[in-house]
């Protein structure tokens, strides 16, 4: 069967809504890419069905850049023994310290993201009370473990927006080049079963509802409410597809995804 497209690009966040880092491979399990989103802030004063504090809050946030200490946490390391027993044996994730988060402010401050200093920091420079939170390993997304955006629906919203609509604003894990060039041909393939590379399979599950982060420059924290209110009336809201994993495995940028 003919690929219907390929991973352009693989995204994770070390801490939820900060900025992200571009890998070149990552284990995407059951709770989702490994090593995304780890960390996140939460707000003593916030809503208790969702207590995170986020660019959506103040667009300074965005602007932090979380860096894992260790380069070693993007697939298990015993990842081939646990592959060649059979499928669906979960191999074991890095230790807690492998996935260790340092964040660089937007002055250049670095901080140990478990530190007092940094709950200290953030509380003092967004006035409110706030601190970290580690899920150990487990992806701490807003609804589903995975999501994704394609290029082709980028390049649509850019000419219908008549400016550049830089992929990164809508944070996704995987940046998808769909072979046949159709903008929101993401949309088409809810409830599909897809297989990314040599064994990772997965779901789209829905499409993805936007909100403010769409509206903020991925660089300067700037914002377009043009974007969301486009959005919003042309697409009701949606953009992107959530998705989840139905077979364990290690995605690579360049891997064929096709049907199952």
């Given at each position: 069967?003919?690929?219907?497209?390929?991973?352009?690009?693989?995204?994770?966040?070390?801490?939820?809504?900060?900025?992200?880092?571009?890998?070149s491979?990552a284990?995407?399990?059951?709770?989702?890419?490994?090593?995304?989103?780890?960390?996140?802030?939460?707000?003593?004063?916030?809503?208790?069905?969702?207590?995170?504090?986020?660019?959506?809050?103040?667009?300074?946030?965005?602007?932090?850049?979380?860096?894992?200490?260790?380069?070693?946490?993007?697939?298990?390391?015993?990842?081939?023994?646990?592959?060649?027993?059979a499928?669906?044996?979960?191999?074991?994730?890095?230790?807690?310290?492998?996935?260790?988060?340092?964040?660089?402010?937007?002055?250049?401050?670095?901080?140990?993201?478990?530190?007092?200093?940094?709950?200290?920091?953030?509380?003092?420079r967004?006035?409110?009370?706030?601190?970290?939170h580690?899920s150990?390993?487990?992806?701490?997304?807003?609804?589903?473990?995975?999501?994704?955006?394609?290029q082709?629906?980028c390049?649509?919203?850019?000419?219908?927006?008549?400016?550049?609509?830089?992929?990164?604003?809508?944070?996704?894990?995987?940046?998808?080049?769909?072979?046949?060039?159709?903008?929101y041909?993401?949309?088409?393939l809810?409830?599909?079963?897809?297989?990314?590379?040599?064994?990772?399979?997965?779901?789209?599950?829905e499409r993805?509802?936007?909100?403010?982060?769409?509206?903020?420059?991925?660089?300067?924290?700037?914002?377009?409410?043009?974007?969301?209110?486009?959005?919003?009336?042309?697409?009701?809201?949606?953009?992107?597809?959530?998705?989840?994993?139905?077979?364990?495995?290690?995605?690579?940028?360049?891997?064929?995804i096709?049907?199952?």
């Amino acid at each position: 069967m003919a690929a219907l497209g390929k991973i352009e690009k693989i995204w994770r966040y070390p801490v939820k809504g900060m900025q992200g880092e571009v890998i070149s491979e990552a284990f995407t399990g059951f709770g989702g890419v490994m090593g995304d989103r780890v960390y996140g802030v939460l707000n003593a004063a916030g809503e208790k069905g969702f207590p995170w504090f986020t660019a959506r809050d103040d667009e300074d946030f965005m602007l932090y850049r979380p860096h894992f200490k260790s380069d070693n946490n993007r697939v298990p390391s015993d990842w081939a023994e646990f592959e060649s027993v059979a499928p669906g044996i979960h191999p074991l994730y890095p230790e807690r310290d492998q996935f260790a988060v340092e964040v660089e402010s937007p002055e250049g401050q670095v901080f140990d993201i478990e530190s007092p200093a940094f709950n200290e920091h953030m509380s003092k420079r967004f006035e409110v009370d706030l601190r970290t939170h580690l899920s150990a390993q487990k992806s701490q997304v807003d609804c589903r473990p995975l999501s994704l955006i394609s290029q082709q629906t980028c390049d649509q919203l850019s000419s219908e927006l008549d400016m550049n609509m830089d992929y990164r604003r809508f944070r996704p894990n995987f940046l998808v080049n769909w072979s046949n060039g159709t903008g929101y041909y993401e949309n088409t393939l809810i409830g599909q079963r897809l297989k990314i590379g040599a064994r990772c399979e997965i779901i789209f599950l829905e499409r993805d509802p936007r909100c403010k982060m769409i509206t903020l420059d991925p660089d300067t924290g700037d914002g377009t409410p043009k974007i969301l209110k486009h959005v919003t009336l042309a697409h009701e809201g949606y953009t992107g597809v959530y998705g989840a994993v139905l077979v364990e495995g290690v995605i690579k940028e360049g891997d064929e995804i096709s049907l199952v």
